[in-house]
């Protein structure tokens, strides 16, 4: 084993282990088979990594996170961390499960995922990206760089999130949906006041394989039906009927979707 590690008795590791210096595994971490690890990583207790995963340098893989076999972790970071909440926060985190990672999935740099949050095989998840706690991400979901998820937020299988776009609480974006660069998504109409908005706070629910053009802005609780094309730098104020394309501020229907751009067609 390699100088510096620092391996509690109670952990178990597999063959083939190959960890760089200057590590620390808590007790009862399991490592599986052909696991690599980069230097100053910090696995701590009851966590699992299956067989062949890799970890960059400076990762911490939190208390009891469960990575499938063969996940990457680049350097930095930071995999299934406890939410710490400012004393004035309204949130109720109460007990969090700890975070899944399905098989082969990929986190970035710098990206901080946190307990709570289950990710199916296949994810992706690029640098400086942030998903908080009690997500559910679909099977081969991609969450692009610097995009950041918030909480209860539901994002389903083969979902395409790209760079920058923030994806507010309690939105729920179903499978084969494709979401630009920047588009903001927002659940809160009284910004933080008064208490009626708890009556209303809801994020927006976007149907199987609806697109969301570039910068777009949708507003709390609007649906985008099924197939569906927001167009870029729209303002969404209303719902929008599956298969339309809608253009401008605020966001009107403008034609169909052309059936050679739906999914069944593709
Ligand atoms: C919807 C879209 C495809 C353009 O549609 P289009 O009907 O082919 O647009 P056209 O260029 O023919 O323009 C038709 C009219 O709509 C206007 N228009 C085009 N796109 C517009 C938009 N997003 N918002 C407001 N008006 C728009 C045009 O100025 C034009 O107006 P005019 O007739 O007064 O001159 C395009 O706006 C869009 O949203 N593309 C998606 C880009 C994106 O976000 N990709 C993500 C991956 S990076």
């Known amino acids: 084993m390699a100088s510096g590690i620092l391996v509690h008795p109670d952990a178990r590791i597999g063959k083939d282990f190959a960890p760089a210096p200057d590590s620390v595994i808590d007790e009862d971490v399991v490592i599986g088979d052909g696991v690599t690890l980069g230097s100053f990583v910090h696995i701590c207790a009851e966590a699992v990594l299956g067989d062949g995963c890799v970890v960059g340098d400076h990762v911490t893989i939190a208390a009891g996170a469960k990575l499938g076999p063969r996940c990457l972790i680049a350097d930095l970071a930071v995999v299934g961390k406890r939410p710490r909440l400012a004393p004035t926060s309204t949130a109720k985190p109460g007990e969090l499960k700890p975070l899944v990672l399905g098989e082969g999935c990929s986190v970035g740099s710098h990206t901080v995922l946190m307990a709570g949050s289950v990710f199916g095989p296949g994810c992706v998840v ?20 610097g995009v950041t998820v918030e909480n209860d937020t539901r994002i389903g299988a083969r979902t395409k999130i790209q760079s920058g776009a923030y994806v507010t609480a309690y939105v729920v974006i179903e499978e084969d949906c494709f979401i630009a660069p920047m588009v903001v998504t927002t659940n809160d109409n009284y910004m933080g006041r008064t ?50 394309l809608v253009m401008g501020a605020p966001a009107r229907v403008v034609r169909d979707v052309p059936p050679e751009q739906l999914l069944d067609n593709g």
Do not use: Q, S, W, Y
């Open 126 to 145: 690029g640098d400086n990206a942030g998903v908080r706690e009690r997500c559910t991400i679909g099977d081969g979901a991609v969450i692009g760089r």
């Open 195 to 244: 208490a009626e908005r708890f009556k209303h706070l809801k994020g927006c629910t976007i149907r199987r394989g609806a697109r969301v053009g570039g910068g777009a802005h949708i507003l709390p609780g609007i649906e985008i039906g099924a197939e569906a094309f927001v167009a870029t730098g729209a303002v969404v104020t209303r719902d929008v009927p599956a298969g339309k």
